[in-house]
T-cell receptor, first 113, second 110 residues
């Protein structure tokens, strides 16, 4: 398996623009997690899905952020409108069970100017 | 929710010495405690984990200990090597979610 695949790897955009980050989990994994990593706040869980259903989105910072998982092999994290404080590395991770190893993607580095 | 504190934030050791990183957690229901290593510009990767039915686990030069009564767990790396230099994160589960500590930047000087 190719592992968790994220795109784009790097995104530079201007404040106010819409940003869409994409994730393909490992086949057969039924949990998918979106994390945000910054120097100041470390690794923060934004939202997670089980069997394509959002279970906990309490980490989503505000209404500008939304996430979907239309099927078992694809998820998106959208920021609209983007702001400079959204600049971070966004990681997607999947897991074959609820409590076990997380397999992280390579991350999407977002810079909002 | 779960709160995980990690210390120290940076740690510098001489090659061959041991390194110890400590974490505390708040939720007594937590039962899964993994450690991840993140090299510069790379993704976090699991290096070892421990579940609450054991107090210690070892894998070559890496060991973890868990004290459920005190709600703390530690990572021990012996005979450190330059390739151990990275950021290490502890984590604890709250249900099916993992909450990560703030990370420890380990620098191993040759």
């Amino acid at each position: 398996d190719a592992g968790v695949i994220q795109s784009p790897r790097h995104e530079v955009t201007e404040m106010g623009q819409e940003v869409t980050l994409r994730c393909k989990p490992i086949s057969g994994h039924d949990y998918l997690f979106w994390y945000r990593q910054t120097m100041m706040r470390g690794l923060e869980l934004l939202i997670y899905f089980n069997n394509n259903v959002p279970i906990d989105d309490s980490g989503m910072p505000e209404d500008r952020f939304s996430a979907k998982m239309p099927n078992a092999s694809f998820s998106t994290l959208k920021i609209q409108p983007s702001e400079p404080r959204d600049s971070a590395v966004y990681f997607c991770a999947s897991s074959p069970g609820g409590t076990g190893e997380l397999f992280f993607g390579e991350g999407s580095r977002l810079t909002v100017l | 929710g779960e709160n995980v504190e990690q210390h120290p934030s940076t740690l510098s050791v001489q090659e061959g010495d041991s390194a110890v990183i400590k974490c505390t957690y708040s939720d007594s229901a937590s039962n899964y405690f993994p450690w991840y290593k993140q090299e510069l510009g790379k993704r976090p990767q699991l290096i070892i984990d421990i579940r609450s039915n054991v107090g210690e686990k070892k894998d070559q030069r890496i060991a973890v200990t868990l004290n459920k009564t005190a709600k703390h767990f530690s990572l021990h790396i012996t005979e450190t090597q330059p390739e151990d230099s990275a950021v290490y994160f502890c984590a604890a589960n709250a249900g099916n979610m993992l909450t990560f500590g703030g990370g420890t930047r380990l620098m191993v000087k040759p």
